[in-house]
């Protein structure tokens, strides 16, 4: 079971959120069967917007976050909602690179260059938008540049997911603390401080620590109030009225063709589309893929 940790120190110069996302991360390595490298690339971003979904102000409202990268990992997306669940995928979940000299995993290596989006779904209103070049690559420093540049916020992130010799997902977290307005200096001062010790937050995890100790390293000298703990997961909300939708945008034009390329080499004539987050297959007869449009 994935949760997210919500606090505020006292005196409301900041608020901080922990979360342990190990669970998510093997429900993802389930679905994509994704390299080690792979694995703490979409980890790691798949941690964030669990986050950042729980700062939506709306329950309606959802958060995409993509990596649009020109390293061999292609784009690595994922969307969240206001519960803090998420669901993603990287386009090439084979991606993978020999370890860096320091033994840590080459993320930035099969990243690349690129930017990162953040796009919010707040219902009836215009979508926000916002993009930002990629800093390191490395995730988490790119995650609090779009929070510093594009949202006026600054905010540390720290992010990590430990890989098994068995590809499973060994331990993932991470932690955010955001400066709110009027912040007191000497409250900035220890945030500062304490962020040294967080750099390597999926061991913290590994060795066992709760949100409640991690949260602890990351305000240690700061009195702040627990708001509240939250339940998260992996969950991809896909249906076939759904994927009937994408084979309508797909065009008539464009699904007649597809039949009768599979006519001529022998094939049975269908459409299967694929479901980007959990791979799920829906198939479509030829009848079943005309009366759809004939539908609409």
């Known amino acids: 079971m994935s949760t997210i940790l919500r606090a505020m120190t006292r005196d409301g110069s900041a608020r901080a959120y922990v979360i342990n996302s190990t669970d998510i991360v093997n429900e993802a390595i389930s679905h994509h069967n994704t390299s080690p490298t792979a694995t703490a690339l979409l980890g790691r971003l798949l941690t964030a917007s669990s986050v950042m979904g729980t700062m939506l102000p709306e329950p309606e409202c959802t958060m995409t976050v993509a990596i649009r990268g020109n390293g061999i990992a292609g784009t ?56 930002i070049e990629l800093v390191s690559g490395e995730v988490a420093e790119d995650i609090a540049q779009y929070y510093a540049t594009s949202e006026q916020t600054p905010t540390l992130c720290a992010l990590g ?18 400066l709110l307005p009027f912040p007191d ?76 390329e599979q006519r001529e080499n022998g094939e049975e ?5 694929d479901c980007h987050f959990c791979n799920k297959k829906y198939e479509f007869t030829k009848e079943q893929s005309l009366a759809l449009f004939d539908k609409k």
């Open 76 to 131: 690595t997306l994922c969307v969240s909602d206001y519960y803090g669940n998420v669901k993603g995928y990287v386009s090439n979940p084979c991606a993978d690179k020999p370890l860096k000299p320091n033994g840590k995993l080459d993320v930035s290596g099969i990243v690349g260059g690129g930017i990162l989006s953040v796009s919010k779904d707040v219902g009836d209103e215009v979508p926000y938008n916002g993009n």
């Open 161 to 178: 997911v430990l890989v098994g010799k068995d590809y499973r997902c060994q331990s993932a977290g991470g932690v955010f603390v955001q």
């Open 185 to 260: 200096e000497e409250v900035i001062a220890k945030l500062e401080e304490n962020a040294k010790k967080l750099t390597n937050v999926s061991t913290l995890f590994d060795k066992g620590l709760s949100n409640v100790d991690v949260l602890k390293i990351a305000l240690d000298g700061i009195e702040y109030d627990l708001f509240d703990e939250l339940t998260v997961e992996y969950k991809c909300d896909c249906t076939r009225e759904r994927t009937e939708r994408a084979l309508f945008s797909i065009g008539k034009k464009e699904v007649l063709q597809i039949l009768s």
């Open 269 to 273: 004539e269908k459409i299967t589309l």
